[in-house]
């Protein structure tokens, strides 16, 4: 018989309480308990990224992480990611910039960008490719998410510019 721990999480800005048993995988939580299902299970194995989310503001493969490990922490997963007033421009670049085919590596594709961006808001191409090094995508080249990468820092970059006018009028 497994015991169960408890563990206190706030996952998208929404706290949660939760019994977990301790081999519970953070993806596995997201997933199968919280209903949040934009955390994709890619490789089992940290290879393919497809899990990223933010874990105190950093970004990490959820399926390295176990749910106790996450206990008084906050999450941040895709679906959190927007704040809820409409896509984030790392979500509308993707869009915009046909940065997706299947989809299926681009909520961890976007999660790993958005840390990258909060750590460097002008990014160079090659910072780019480094920032996702460790998200893979079968389907896309790279070419056309990189460039979403890069329009979405510009567009980032603007907001903030606006913001601080804003402020200083």
Known sequence: ????VPIRLSVNGRAHELEVEPRLLLVHLLRDQLGLTGTHVGCDTSNCGACTVHLDGEAVKSCTVLAVQADAAEVTTIEGLTGGDGLHPLQAAFWEDHALQCGYCTPGMIMAAADLLARNPDPSEEE????????????????????????????LRAREAGARTTEVV
């Open 128 to 155: 780019i490719r480094h920032g996702l090094e460790g998200n893979l995508c079968r389907c896309t080249g790279y070419h056309n998410i990189v460039r979403a990468v890069r329009d979405a820092a510009a567009e």
């Open 1 to 4: 018989m497994s015991t169960r």
